[in-house]
């Protein structure tokens, strides 16, 4: 009897979940017919803007370049443009058959000048600065050791380490290259070599502080303490607190390095090193640089390119408690690996008050109708880097079905190639990040540590097109709502296209001050309310270019 009862309910949900298939992919239909005539438009090369080395990424120094060549000489086919693994309709549009050269879209009055997609914010002229002044000094006598623990995936490695190069200067220490996170939710053993340039990173930084591989031998049984630096800690805590440690011990330990250092407020050289940290010294391995090269060069045989950082991966999922269009089973099993993981702290999360809050990623879905909703046409090719997404092509279809030139580094490259890198979480996220900073557009799905460092990697090297979603759910209910209920009308699919592309259009990465506090909050809630350095090294790093007329007309004036 329990069976029989239960069979109609069965039914009734697999005709539940057609519908919405069919519903979904109705939705970037009707978006596509309510957005503007859109013709496009082949670009050479498509080209972000260029800056003057170091700052170029991937920085690909003469030794590099060997390697690049040592690799495709190797790799015999990867000489060829495109993988042969790939299908005809996911190859270039030269090697395909009906080449992506113009495309239209009706349904409007107006046209849509669709070079505006790809076009770059303005950087007003602002420009890397960061050179020290003329006061700073080599290195002080080193007073001791700076052992460091890094924490987290690679970018929030990444910012702890370029943090920790700042504290060994402000407190005279002799840093020892930092230990790589092997412990967490990835379980890497990746050691620094294997994902950065250490005889680079070491050099570069020979003015600033003194960086050795390993602790001397006769230091290595010394008695060590180890220190939980306070988070978003300034100049006085290092001098006072932690220098006045080297009067006891010739080691200190950094148990974790996130966050340790605050965004604010702390002396002009000392910002610039954290600048010259991250985008100079910290430079990934020959190996990593050189894949990643090979990556974004097949990517650009598409065109312009999106790369869409989409940030629904397990651990994410499971960490943020974001369980929106999951299934219960799905959802059991991300509270389970949540419950299960030690060191996340909260465990019982409200998924409904998370996403409410914009606390969620965008589900592929949703970036779907946003890319829609922007203007981006279907034949858009995009690449995305992420990790394996949860529920893969279950969660995937809907985006497919809009955007079908989705790649990523598993598609852009063969198994042989990918070998050195598999199964090391950061050296396939230092290929994602690599593409990512390359890219003409880039998109996160979710403002973690990734997104966040990308964002201002970009803006650094000339704030480069960089469009962060408003997460916030009642866009996106809206837009489901009104196409849902329209049924079609190309009214409507307009409105929702330019609500879109109107709230967005200062959201794109256009040259700003970082943000500060918010108004109100108080202790701890106030620095983790502010902008985080790494994602806007804006003014600290970034100044204006003074032009030669104006150069030449003080001079005439001092005449």
């Given amino acids: 009897m329990k069976e029989k009862m239960q069979w109609p309910w069965r039914r009734r949900k697999v005709v539940v979940v057609v519908l919405r298939k069919l519903l979904t992919c109705a939705i970037c239909v009707i978006a596509l017919m ?4 859109v013709r496009v438009h082949v670009f050479p090369s498509s080209k972000v803007s260029d800056l003057t080395d170091p700052y170029k990424l991937p920085t690909v120094t003469q030794q590099h370049e060997l390697n690049y060549q040592k690799l495709s000489a190797e790799k015999k086919w990867t000489q060829e443009l495109t993988p042969p693994h790939l299908s005809k309709e996911q190859a270039p549009p030269h090697l395909s058959k009906a080449p992506l050269s113009s495309h239209k879209l009706y349904g409007a009055n107006r046209s849509l000048d669709f070079e505006k997609l790809w076009k770059q914010p303005s950087n007003r002229d602002f420009v890397p600065c960061v050179q020290p002044g003329s006061n700073y000094t080599a290195p002080d006598e080193s007073r001791g050791y700076l052992l460091v623990h890094t924490n987290g995936g690679l970018n929030q490695m990444r910012a702890g380490i370029c943090d920790m190069v700042a504290v060994a200067r402000i407190i005279n220490a002799t840093l020892v290259v930092p230990e790589l996170d092997k412990r967490s939710f990835w379980q890497d053993t990746s050691n620094f070599s294997d994902v950065f340039d250490e005889d680079h990173f070491i050099n570069a930084l020979a003015n600033d502080v003194r960086v050795i591989k390993k602790l001397p031998k006769d230091l290595s049984s010394a008695t060590k303490v180890v220190m939980h630096f306070r988070s978003w800690s300034g100049l006085e805590y290092y001098r006072d607190e932690i220098a006045s440690l080297w009067e006891e011990f010739q080691v200190i330990r950094a148990a974790k390095s996130d966050s340790r250092l605050a965004n604010n407020h702390l002396p002009p050289d000392i910002q610039k090193l954290r600048c010259r940290a991250c985008y100079e010294a910290l430079r990934f391995s020959p190996k990593i640089e050189a894949m990643g090269k090979l990556l974004v060069d097949r990517m650009r045989a598409y065109g312009p390119f999106i790369a869409l950082h989409l940030r629904y991966e397990k651990d994410m999922l499971a960490f943020s408690g974001c369980t929106h269009g999951l299934s219960d089973v799905e959802a059991e099993e991300l509270r389970t690996i949540r419950e299960n993981t030690a060191y996340w702290k909260i465990k019982d999360i409200n998924a409904t008050e998370q996403r409410s809050r914009g606390y969620c990623p965008l589900t592929p879905t949703e970036v779907g109708i946003f890319l829609t909703g922007l203007g ?8 995305i880097a992420a990790g394996e997404i949860y529920g893969g092509d279950t969660h995937m279809a809907d985006l497919r079905s809009c955007y079908p030139i989705l790649m990523s580094k598993e598609k852009l490259a063969s198994v042989e190639e990918l070998e050195p890198f598999t199964n ?10 690599i593409v990512s900073v390359e890219s003409d557009v880039f998109i996160p799905s979710y403002s973690g540590n ?13 704030h480069r097109k960089t469009i962060s979603p408003d997460r916030l ?8 709502l009104i196409l849902i209920h329209t049924y079609g ?9 330019n609500r879109i592309s109107e709230i967005h259009k200062k959201l794109q990465g256009s040259p700003r001050r970082r943000r500060g506090p918010v108004s109100g909050t108080k202790g701890m809630d106030r620095f983790r309310s502010e902008e985080a350095f790494y994602v806007n090294p804006l003014p600290d790093c970034l100044c204006k270019r003074v032009s030669e007329n104006v150069n030449a007309s003080t001079a005439s004036m001092r005449r």
């Fill in 473 to 480: 759910v009642k866009l996106f209910s809206g837009t489901l």
């Fill in 376 to 383: 981006y046409p279907s034949n858009t090719p995009i690449y």
């Fill in 489 to 497: 009308l190309l009214m409507e699919g307009r409105k929702v296209s």
């Fill in 34 to 37: 309510g957005l503007l005539s």
């Fill in 424 to 433: 090391h979480a950061s050296q396939m996220a230092a290929l994602d990040y």
């Fill in 450 to 462: 990734m997104a966040r460092a990308v964002e201002g990697h970009r803006r650094f090297l000339g």
